[in-house]
């Protein structure tokens, strides 16, 4: 069993967003604003952050902060998500990492959740023309190292949509992956279903993609289930691990 942590409090809060295609952060501590800082530069591209229910910055035991965006810097050829880490002892943000392994990229959507043990999980979805709508895996350990992109779900680029990726942690080391796909109906809207695909930390596996809703194009009206969103006990308080979903 992992050993308790102790908790600062007042706590500070951390904020990202989209203003004039750059991404901001303000931190905040004592209700009291920072000074905003510019993420991503130059202002000529635009940088996105996470849509629907997902996070794009999430914070660690030790004050660290970890964002995610994506943005259209190498032209319509490779919008790919990227990632920075602020060091709170430090005081200093990280260089950008470029985190498909790829060369090229379309990302749509991104989130990310950070453990007990600060390891980052970032998810995003990649819609390849002509070929598939993918939604990728990262993880960071706790060390700074990167593993490799796993391919969690993949569909036809026509006729399907994927979208809206959620991740989350709980105690135990369990990631919980959720996001929406469907088949689009006859006017090119997708009616999508809620699916998720959990990694079990004890025994090391993903269970693979599993459906929570039963919505079909052509029965029910587009767009179905969309917009997950979850969440699990970060810390221990009773055997076993929960997640909710809505």
């Given at each position: 069993m992992r050993a308790p942590r102790t908790h600062r409090s007042p706590s500070p809060m951390h904020v990202v967003w989209v203003l004039a295609a750059l991404v901001l952060t303000a931190p905040t501590a004592h209700a009291q604003f920072g000074p905003d800082f510019r993420l991503t530069g130059p202002p000529s591209f635009v940088s996105q952050t996470a849509r629907g229910n997902a996070w794009s910055v999430a914070t660690d035991d030790a004050g660290n902060v970890h964002v995610v965006y994506f943005d259209t810097r190498n032209g319509s050829l490779d919008v790919a998500p990227y990632y920075r880490r602020y060091d709170r002892a430090q005081g200093t943000w990280s260089s950008e990492v470029r985190l498909p392994a790829a060369a090229s990229s379309n990302t749509r959507y991104v989130a990310i959740a950070v453990d007990a043990d600060a390891q980052v999980h970032?998810?995003?979805?990649?819609?390849i023309s002509g070929d598939q709508h993918y939604l990728y895996y990262k993880k960071r350990s706790s060390a700074g190292a990167w593993g490799p992109d796993l391919v969690l779900q993949a569909r036809p680029f026509d006729g399907w949509d994927l979208r809206d990726p959620v991740v989350?942690?709980?105690y135990i080391g369990d990631v919980y992956v959720l996001w929406a796909e469907g088949i689009k109906d006859g006017t090119g809207v997708a009616v999508c279903n809620i699916l998720d695909n959990i990694y079990d930390q004890p025994s090391n596996s993903w269970?693979?993609?599993?459906?929570l809703t039963s919505y079909t194009a052509g029965v029910h009206p587009a767009p179905g289930a969309i917009a997950p969103t979850v969440a699990t006990q970060p810390r221990r308080v009773a055997n076993g691990a929960i997640a909710h979903v809505a």
């Open positions: 970032v998810v995003w979805v990649s819609s989350a942690t709980d269970a693979g993609a599993q459906g």
